[in-house]
DNA sequence: GTCCGAACTGGAAGCGCTTCCAGTCGACAC
DNA sequence: GTGTCGACTGGAAGCGCTTCCAGTTCGGAC
């Protein structure tokens, strides 16, 4: 497409040259830095314009000791938690975030062992300037990993063990007791849970507020089956709880994906939603206005998860002290509830 | 996390000095590159491993003009496109190819002004080594922009205008005739469909797949309306679909999506699926296994578009001449028809 | 007229790695 | 012995940019 196959770009030097400056002086109207004179730094914007000179990242990454990146890490048993449709959002928040800064993005997949050893080299080599981590499992050796590489990390989601100084989280108890508190005021009295990953804060916290919300209300049913956030996990779990409990008038999955795998199987058994079960999820995913019936959930909003990762890490970088940052869910009302 | 605040890391100088060998032969053996003595790689690695010398990647890109990273460029009208779990997977794919290579993937949402803006400095500016771009509208200026960045570049999916040289795309003329033929062969004559977007390649090509399996078949009914992948498209084309062509007794829906919102739309009109009205979906998401009912549908292989692009963008860019690559579709006959 | 500080200027030293190239060293056939 | 060839070796020249620092200019206060 160029006529010339590969001709050289111009440099610095060149631009300097034409333009009758000092490399240094070219440099400085670059970074737009003080102390040129208004002539210059018009000559050294004429030669770059004519010349079509862009300035060589790789140079000045070199130069200026910054890589001009932040990776987003996504841990996982499998490349296929990227099909939950939920890590798009963050990706998306957090790009958005980044438009506004000179920071590209670079995306992790620690979902396999080579993937683990990529992850462990980025951080070493201080391939880029700060990472954010999600959906750690309950001992990743990548917490601890990123905490002493010495890069700034942020964390998306409080990681089970250890105390990690910078993390945006959603208030996962609360939004499980709304969810909770919401069956009960429909009068529901044997509610069951289908629980996310138990070896992941947001699972346990999810059950938790199921459980405090039970207990509160002083109702004795107890009933919970664990899944994995899938769609198929919460197929398996709604069949065993059926298994269990047919008694049950209720459910709470600790996310749309298995609420939705849910009440297939509800369905399938013959029980009305929410007539003879109401069910309610977590996420407030698209997919949750597509159920049949749509369902009523906890929505947390993600895309600001992404957002305020990626400004917390910014923060991070600039040499600031973020503080870890909660942000509310809120129960959406349709029809499984 | 570490003792000091910043140490200073180790250079390949220091290496090369501790194993008492000059900086080339060092490096070599970095590389593993022929020509140095056993006696001397060992010192090396020794060195290595006693100072805890990591490679600089800037340092190395810039000396050997390699960024280390490929882009996937995803273009669109929102940043909410990644809410389509589509992405998830293309993304997916294209992150495990590249578990192989020492190369890593930034991402790149073209999605706002700011980000088109990006994008070409991204081009410009050689920050990384090759480029995918997915989901390019009609006359998006990225493809020209890629194009004549003289930057190995790979499409997803071919663009509108203009003739690309490498694409990976599947057969969606036909995998939208598989879905038509379907429908056909169930006995429905008045079959409509939901468009996807018109000034794309896909949604050209899924209609004009639709309308072939028609004419092939000798069936004069024609209804369509055009959607734009959303769920929320879907419903309003459902919608319009039934207030204009009440006698319909089949859609065949551009994407999963979109079918999911017709599906609601029936639902809610009281038609049954797919006693009254059969319905088929494209893509093969996760989501159309938990529709009410669940979603017959084209099939993609979606983790191999990814995979497969980035295997070819790194044919590419090991100056190799690739040919364009068309994947099969295959039809999943569930309940919707 | 002198002095001072603020505003500029550019030479030069990096940043840490790759790689060309001129050369050394032995082994081995002749 | 001599010549040849292949296997090593390391000095030095980059890659293209930033930035320290020593120095120059110049307007205005005194």
């Known amino acids: 497409m160029t006529d010339e196959p590969t001709r050289r770009r111009p440099t610095l030097d060149e631009v300097a040259e034409r333009a009758g400056v000092s490399r240094t002086a070219a440099s400085r109207v670059l970074n737009n830095a003080p102390n040129v004179s208004r002539g210059k730094r018009d000559a050294v914007l004429r030669a770059i314009k004519e010349l079509g000179y862009v300035r060589n990242p790789t140079a000045r990454a070199l130069a200026t000791r910054q890589a001009g990146a932040v990776a987003l890490i996504i841990s996982g048993e499998d490349p296929a938690v990227l099909a939950d449709p939920f890590y798009g959002q963050v990706i998306a928040g957090a790009s958005t975030a980044l438009e506004e800064t ?3 993005l670079v995306l992790c997949l620690a979902t396999s062992a080579r993937g683990q050893t990529r992850v462990e080299q980025l951080l070493q080599t201080r391939a880029v300037d700060g990472v954010m981590l999600m959906s750690l499992r309950g001992d990743d050796p990548l917490t601890c990993l990123a905490l002493e590489a010495g890069v700034p990390a942020v964390f998306g989601g409080k990681p089970l063990h250890g105390q990690v100084p910078y993390y945006v989280d959603v208030d996962n108890v609360r939004g499980a007791r ?3 508190d919401h069956l009960i005021s429909l009068g529901r009295t044997r509610i069951a849970t289908i629980t996310g990953l138990l070896d992941t804060d947001v699972g346990l916290a999810r059950r938790r507020g199921y459980q405090e919300a039970l207990t509160l209300a002083g109702l004795p049913f107890r009933a919970e089956e664990a899944g994995d956030f899938t769609e198929r996990s919460g197929m398996a779990a709604m069949e065993a709880l059926l298994a269990h409990h047919p008694d049950l008038d209720a459910v709470f999955a600790a996310n749309d994906n298995m609420a939705a795998g849910a009440l297939r199987v509800l369905h399938r058994a013959g029980r009305t939603v ?7 999820g977590f996420d407030g995913l698209t997919v949750s206005e597509f159920t ?14 992404g957002r305020e990762m990626t400004r917390m890490l910014l923060s991070l970088i600039a040499g600031e002290k973020p503080s870890p940052l909660i942000l509310p869910t809120t ?3 349709r029809e499984s509830a």
Not at 292 to 305: A, G, K, Y
Request: cysteine-free; proline content about 13%.
């Open 292 to 305: 049949e019936p749509p369902l009523t959930t906890v929505h947390q909003p993600i895309r600001d998860i």
């Open 331 to 333: 129960l959406i009302r």
């Open 274 to 280: 929410p007539a003879r079960t109401a069910v309610v």
């Open 178 to 180: 709304q969810a909770t």
């Open 102 to 104: 000179d920071l590209h």
